[in-house]
């Protein structure tokens, strides 16, 4: 039976899991807001809009040991196994949904071991969102302000407490540790209005329509170019992404040059080595060429492609963070608009 939980029971709440869990949570840092351990149901703070960094990191670590080789004990693989679940309270719709879009990639697709595991022990408590802010275009997106699947618990703050919805049976021994009263007709139609009421306040939209075809006609569009001259090869919109999953493997060895490890490390479509190959050949040597990789991937064939299938959702989730963190304001949805011929306010 879904719940009501007073907002007051949200830490308590969050004290309970914390004896059957290992717990992350958006935590205040500075002025913005991070994925962290929480230690304590006080941490917690769940009224954020983004973190700097999406909780992409507990299931894609952004460098993990692969495996070790030494001389007497040859290689040995490393194998994750986790003997506690980690559970992640306060999941925006958003970042919701790109774990669902990793699944394919990395479970269905193209089976990782250690992402495998990892997201077979991770449980998610979701959370409406009920502010935005002008980078944020999720609704356009459909993946947002509020998940409709994917979640073993969804949180609804309905002004004056919040609608504790199951969505698996992990969800349900959840809801068994609230004490409140259970949701009725009238708590349901108020999360409705909120999400409504939410839906009003984006600034930020994109036309969505044929948009993949439109990107993939327009190769040679002189945008791609200007973005080129603008962008400074910088990643922070790829390393802030909470879809981007491309990473390097490197060998680490040991000063006696007998010993070491295989890592595997976050990589970038934007940096200059990434599309380099032997002999020094780079299919993509140019800010451009890489920019329009990034931007293609995202709202182009990322979900289209033979080599990858998201069941026909666009690989971007509409978060905003890249357009955030962008130091020169290179903004996907202005680039979405110019693709179609549309003028755009702000100049990119």
């Not at 407490?161 to 068994?176: P, T, V």
């Not at 060998?251 to 190959?277: I, Y």
Request: aromatic share 8%.
């Amino acid at each position: 039976m879904d719940k009501i939980l007073k907002e007051g029971e949200v830490s308590r709440l969050v004290e309970r899991l914390l004896s059957q869990y290992q717990v992350f949570g958006p935590k205040r840092k500075g002025t913005g807001h991070v994925f962290d351990e929480i230690k304590s149901g006080s941490e917690i703070d769940l009224a954020y809009i983004t973190t700097i960094l999406p909780p992409k990191k507990y299931l894609l670590p952004q460098r993990e040991k692969i495996l070790s080789f030494d001389p007497s004990k040859g290689i040995i693989p490393e194998r994750l196994e986790m003997q506690r679940k980690q559970l992640i309270f306060g999941i925006h719709s958003c970042d919701l949904n790109a774990f669902l879009l990793l699944d394919k990639v990395f479970i269905d697709k193209y089976p990782l071991p250690s992402y495998v595991e990892r997201r077979r022990n991770t449980v998610t408590v979701a959370l409406t969102c009920t502010e935005v802010d002008d980078a944020c275009f999720c609704s356009s997106m459909g993946t947002g302000p509020s998940p409709d699947r994917g979640y073993d618990v969804l949180l609804t703050w309905l002004g004056d407490r919040y609608l504790a919805e199951a969505g698996s049976a992990e969800g349900e021994k959840i809801l068994d540790l609230i004490e409140g009263r259970g949701a009725g007709q009238d708590d349901y139609k108020a999360k409705l209005k909120v999400i409504e009421n939410t839906k009003k306040k984006f600034k930020k939209k994109i036309n969505t329509e044929g948009l993949t075809e439109i990107i993939k006609e327009n190769l040679e569009h002189k945008i791609w170019d200007e973005l080129g001259e603008l962008c400074l090869a910088c990643a922070q919109c790829v390393m802030s992404c909470p879809t981007c999953y491309c990473f390097e493997v490197r060998d680490t060895l040991r000063l006696n040059l007998k010993e070491g490890f295989r890592f595997k490390e976050w990589d970038s479509c934007l940096l200059l080595e990434f599309a380099e190959v032997a002999l020094g050949g780079n299919f993509r040597s140019s800010r451009a060429a890489r920019i329009r990789q990034f931007i293609g991937h995202n709202l182009g064939w990322g979900g289209a492609s033979q080599y990858e299938d998201l069941d026909g959702r666009f690989k971007c989730v509409g978060c905003g963070r890249c357009i955030r963190v962008c130091p020169v304001h290179i903004d996907l949805t202005d680039v979405a608009s110019r693709l179609r011929g549309e003028v755009v306010a702000a100049s990119i």
